[in-house]
């Protein structure tokens, strides 16, 4: 009885599994939140213009999704902080760190993204009835979700000198492990699955971001996506 007492109370102690498990969740909970919160100016554009073919809905949704590419950077650095310690990671104050810091050193990527998607739009705006444009639109959806993770996942290592360096060891990644990058689009589907189910689907949502952001990064350490500097010494 005593030593089913004692175990009880180690259980339920200020440092036991209960305790580590609810500060582990609750990081999880503000990382996701933290990512969600940056897509705020998307949330505004479709509350008050929504998508549609004129000239301002087009430009305002490509500004809208600038900080699509620093939030996915902050994303991977409080992710990977919380797979290492996940009770004391602080992982909010990470993830806003990050944020800042992407915002400064992934501005380039983060304009060509909103560049490219505004190209995507009036194509969609001109042959919205076509049905190749359609899967024209998707597939470089696809790739560009590709081009986003691989980008903040060479970024997140401190490797990378510059644009050209970060966007070429990016590329080669890719073509080297492609069956990472399916993985990738893999777990984004399922997200996005999850989430759209009724009744669980917007709980689940608020925790799902930082889930897929640990998801990524355990496939990238299980499939062996290769090392930034065995990459820069490959030919």
Same mark, same amino acid.
């Given at each position: 009885?005593?030593?089913?007492?004692?175990?009880?109370?180690?259980?339920?102690?200020?440092?036991?599994?209960?305790?580590?498990?609810?500060?582990?969740?609750?990081?999880?909970?503000?990382?996701?939140?933290?990512?969600?919160?940056?897509?705020?100016?998307?949330?505004?554009?479709?509350?008050?213009?929504?998508?549609?073919?004129?000239?301002?809905?087009?430009?305002?949704?490509?500004?809208?999704?600038?900080?699509?590419?620093?939030?996915?950077?902050?994303?991977?650095?409080?992710?990977?902080?919380?797979?290492?310690?996940?009770?004391?990671?602080?992982?909010?104050?990470?993830?806003?760190?990050?944020?800042?810091?992407?915002?400064?050193?992934?501005?380039?990527?983060?304009? =060509? #993204?909103? *560049?490219?998607?505004?190209? +995507?739009?009036?194509?969609? @705006?001109?042959?919205?009835?076509?049905?190749?444009? %359609? $899967?024209?639109?998707?597939?470089?959806?696809?790739?560009?979700?590709?081009?986003?993770?691989?980008?903040?996942?060479?970024?997140?290592?401190?490797?990378?000198?510059?644009?050209?360096?970060?966007?070429?060891?990016?590329?080669?990644?890719?073509?080297?492990?492609?069956?990472?990058?399916?993985?990738?689009?893999?777990?984004? =589907? #399922?997200? *996005?699955?999850?989430?759209? +189910?009724?009744?669980?689907? @917007?709980?689940?949502?608020?925790?799902?971001?930082? %889930? $897929?952001?640990?998801?990524?990064?355990?496939?990238?350490?299980?499939?062996?996506?290769?090392?930034?500097?065995?990459?820069?010494?490959?030919?």
């Amino acid at each position: 009885m005593t030593t089913s007492t004692g175990r009880l109370r180690a259980l339920v102690a200020m440092d036991g599994r209960v305790a580590h498990t609810m500060s582990a969740v609750f990081q999880y909970f503000i990382v996701s939140i933290s990512f969600l919160g940056c897509f705020a100016p998307a949330a505004v554009f479709t509350i008050t213009i929504g998508w549609q073919p004129t000239h301002l809905a087009i430009w305002a949704a490509s500004a809208s999704l600038l900080p699509l590419l620093p939030a996915t950077f902050a994303l991977l650095c409080s992710t990977r902080v919380l797979i290492t310690d996940p009770v004391d990671a602080h992982a909010g104050r990470v993830f806003w760190v990050a944020f800042i810091r992407g915002c400064r050193s992934l501005v380039w990527a983060a304009a =060509g #993204l909103s *560049a490219i998607v505004l190209v +995507l739009n009036y194509d969609l @705006a001109l042959f919205h009835d076509s049905h190749a444009m %359609l $899967l024209f639109i998707a597939g470089a959806a696809a790739v560009l979700a590709v081009l986003v993770i691989a980008i903040c996942v060479v970024a997140a290592a401190e490797t990378a000198n510059g644009a050209i360096s970060t966007l070429s060891l990016a590329m080669r990644a890719v073509a080297r492990r492609p069956h990472i990058a399916l993985s990738w689009l893999l777990l984004i =589907g #399922l997200g *996005a699955g999850i989430a759209s +189910l009724p009744l669980i689907g @917007a709980p689940v949502a608020l925790f799902l971001p930082a %889930l $897929l952001g640990a998801a990524i990064h355990i496939c990238n350490d299980a499939l062996r996506l290769p090392v930034i500097d065995e990459m820069r010494t490959t030919p």
